[in-house]
């Protein structure tokens, strides 16, 4: 048995799973894979770089490329993630202009 064995417990069943198998559900559970512009797979709280310039549509301001984007969310579309940034509220990307960092 190895170190790298990690053990939760799963309220829904009432059983202990691995921490591989539990991680296997959720991701199954969402069904949506986002990568970014080169490939990565993005999760939750992941932080971004923008790889091109983009105007943010009412708010009348340009993201600059290389701009860092700090705990992102995915939303359940393979496509879009939601994310803050300062003094714009409600943002959300399109995966296929950031690169995880």
């Known amino acids: 048995m190895s170190g790298d064995d990690d053990y939760i417990y799963d309220e829904a069943t009432g059983d202990w799973i691995s921490a591989a198998d539990a991680a296997a559900q ?7 894979e986002v990568r970014d512009a080169v490939g990565n797979l993005l999760a939750d709280g992941d932080s971004v770089t923008l790889i091109k310039d983009l105007k943010v549509k009412g708010a009348n301001q340009t993201l600059k ?14 496509q879009e993630i939601d994310c803050r940034y ?3 509220k409600g943002l959300v990307l399109r995966a296929e202009f950031v690169k995880k960092r």
């Not at 959720?26 to 949506?32: E, H, W």
């Open 65 to 78: 490329r290389g701009t860092l984007i700090k705990s992102i969310r995915l939303t359940g579309d393979s």
């Open 86 to 88: 300062e003094g714009i």
């Open 26 to 32: 959720t991701g199954g559970a969402s069904g949506v």
